[in-house]
């Protein structure tokens, strides 16, 4: 796919306020992850935001803002991606990671795997797989990361992930803004689930006033064999 007419020099300038560089090549893959979203959004409703700073600023560099948060070779799981995010273009800057992502839509899957397979991103796979479900798999306890990008309240995020994490593992959570009322109201699933005191970043998003909070919580010991429950119950009756 093409990349001319792509603002490199707006994406460069987007990951130094953030204390991140991409070489020539992860600059061209993060180009060619933008075209092949605008190709595909319109079969798939994968974004609303398809300008091209926007989506620098609120796809791609607020996906990135987790990477110095991600330990080196981590294995790492993505719930619910949706088009992609936050792991793709983390893949992309971190090709140490090894990534897999559970994602409900099938048209979503497909997307992501056939984007990957363009991108040339070994080491990445998406499953057309429910992360409730999955935690019931081999991939119970597996994973040294486990992230979630926008998908669902902290006590309900923490039911999914908990369980995929093995121990000394870590959660990580996109949040907007400030996270305090939502870590305060998880904290007995966080207990219940095996994880620590969760420790936060607050960031701004290049040239903008948006604010975004990473919460971070270790994974201290196994979860209890019942979790996650399953029957959407993580939803509707939150821990």
Avoid: W
């Avoid at 992501?112 to 081999?138: P, Q, S, Y």
């Amino acid at each position: 796919m093409e990349t001319h007419g792509f603002d490199f020099e707006f994406l460069n300038a987007c990951l130094k306020s953030l204390g991140l560089a991409a070489d020539d090549g992860a600059q061209q893959k993060l180009a060619m992850l933008y075209g092949e979203i605008i190709a595909y959004n319109d079969k798939v409703n994968l974004t609303s935001i398809i300008e091209e700073k926007d989506f620098i600023i609120k796809h791609i560099a607020d996906s990135l803002t987790a990477a110095k948060h991600i330990p080196l070779n981590a294995t790492v799981c993505d719930i619910g991606p949706g088009g992609g995010f936050p792991s793709v273009p983390l893949k992309i800057l971190r090709g140490d990671l090894d990534f897999t992502l559970f994602e409900a839509s099938g048209k979503k899957t497909d997307f992501i795997n056939g984007t990957a397979k363009l991108l040339k991103l070994d080491g990445f796979k998406c499953l057309h797989m429910r992360a409730e479900d999955a935690a019931r798999t081999v991939y119970r306890e597996r994973f040294g990361i486990a992230l979630a990008r926008a998908v669902a309240p902290l006590n309900t995020l923490l039911e999914y992930a908990a369980p995929l994490l093995k121990k000394g593992g870590g959660f990580i959570a996109y949040k907007t803004a400030s996270a305090d009322g939502e870590i305060t109201a998880a904290s007995n699933a966080a207990k219940l689930l095996g994880c620590g005191e969760p420790y936060t970043e607050e960031i701004v998003l290049p040239y903008t006033d948006i604010k975004r909070t990473l919460v971070v919580y270790p994974k201290a010991h196994a979860s209890p064999a019942i979790y996650p429950r399953g029957g959407n119950k993580e939803r509707s009756n939150p821990l």
